[in-house]
Each structure stands twice: as structure tokens, then as C-alpha cells.
């Protein structure tokens, strides 16, 4: 999407580009949280299509984006990418914090994340399941 002129926004990104290649604090999560939530803004009042690689594991931060944009008149579509747990922890050993989308995780964590994710339904808005 962003060779198609999207701006991807990500916790990831934002993390690496600040220099903190650890679990960053709750403090910071907030902090990083609420900057992207403004260039969020900022992006879509300019009318730029927006992506935000995120992982949304739970139903309320997904909803809390969705009214974050329904003032501005905006239903984002949520694009799942329905994964298996072998295939996460596949991906997962092979990551080495070398860059910014190679946050390194152990099984243990994957397995836990994954274990507490809900899945988006379409209930919630505009879905598109990728398998």
C-alpha cells in the first residue's frame, strides 16, 4: 500500500525511529499511541490514504480508532490477515530486531498474544478477511 501512495503508520516503526528496540514502558506506549493518533488526523483532514499496521488485537482498540474517525466521517475497513498460530511462531523465530518490523518476540509471548486476540467480525464495520 505504500508503494501506492499510503502513509502507514505503525507502533513498530515509531518505536525504532525513537531508538527504543526493547518492551518500551506503558508511559511510552501511551505516548507513541496518542502521536499516531494525531498524525492519524492530520493525514486524513489532508485527504491522504492511510494505513495503520497495527495489530489491534482487541475489539476495544479497533473501536476506539473507528470513533476516533467517525467525527471526520470516515468507516476504515479492517483487513484481517487470518493466520495460524504455526505460522506466527514460524515468522516469528526468524526475526532478529535488525529493523523496525523485525521486533523479536519469544514463542512464549507470540503464543500468549495469539491466544488473547480477537478476531475482528463484521458486526464491527467494514471487514475483509485475507487467509
Known sequence: ??????????FEVEFWDRGITTMPS?????????DLKA?????VAA??????????????????????LAPEGIVPETVYIATSLETILGRVGDRHGRQADDWPLTEQTATEYFARFEPPTPEEGPLKVVR
Do not use: I
Not at 506503558?26 to 496518542?34: F, G, L, S, T
Not at 498524525?39 to 493525514?43: E, I, N
Not at 485527504?47 to 476516533?68: I, K, T
Open 26 to 34: 506503558a508511559e511510552v506506549v501511551a505516548e507513541v499511541a496518542a
Open 1 to 10: 500500500m505504500e508503494r501506492e501512495s499510503w502513509t502507514r503508520l505503525s
Open 39 to 43: 498524525r492519524l488526523l492530520h493525514h
Open 47 to 68: 485527504g491522504n490514504d492511510v494505513v495503520l499496521d497495527f495489530g489491534f488485537w482487541f475489539r476495544r482498540q479497533r473501536d476506539e480508532f473507528r470513533a476516533l
